[in-house]
Nanobody
Framework: QVQLVESGGGLVQAGGSLILSCAAS??????????IGWHRRQVPGTPREPVA????????NYADSVKGRFTISRDNDKNTIYLQMNNLKPEDTGVYYC?????????WGQGPQVTVSS
C-alpha cells in the first residue's frame, strides 16, 4: 500500500510563496503508471477541490484559479511531488491534500494547512 506524507504548509502574506512536498512510501511501484496531484479544502465541511495534477510522464493540469501562479512537479526517482505556489492570495487559504488513485482506491495525505494573510 502507498502512503503519502505532505510537508511545507504554513502562514504567508499575500503575494508570498510556499512550496509543498508530498513524499510517497510503501509500494511506490504502484505509482509507476498513475497520476498524482493536489486538492484543497478551503472551507471546513465542504468538498475538496482539485488544484493541480501531474501524470507519470509529466503532463500537468491546473484549476483555473491557480493557473500561472502554481506549478506542480514530480521527481519519480524520489517518489515525491511538489507544488510551488507563488503570488499567493487570501483565497488560497485552506488545507492542501496530496492524492492519487491506486487500483481504484483513492489515497490521501494528511493535509497541511496553508494560510495566506491579507
Amino acid at each position: 500500500q502507498v502512503q503519502l506524507v505532505e510537508s511545507g504548509g504554513g502562514l504567508v502574506q499575500a503575494g508570498g510563496s510556499l512550496i509543498l512536498s508530498c513524499a510517497a512510501s510503501g509500494r511506490t511501484s504502484d505509482l509507476n503508471a498513475v497520476a498524482i496531484g493536489w486538492h484543497r479544502r478551503q472551507v471546513p465541511g465542504t468538498p475538496r477541490e482539485p488544484v493541480a495534477i501531474i501524470s507519470r510522464s509529466g503532463v500537468t493540469n491546473y484549476a483555473d484559479s491557480v493557473k500561472g501562479r502554481f506549478t506542480i512537479s514530480r521527481d519519480n526517482d524520489k517518489n515525491t511531488i511538489y507544488l510551488q505556489m507563488n503570488n499567493l492570495k487570501p483565497e488560497d487559504t485552506g488545507v492542501y491534500y496530496c492524492n492519487t488513485v491506486v487500483g481504484g482506491q483513492p489515497i490521501w495525505g494528511q493535509g497541511p494547512q496553508v494560510t495566506v494573510s491579507s
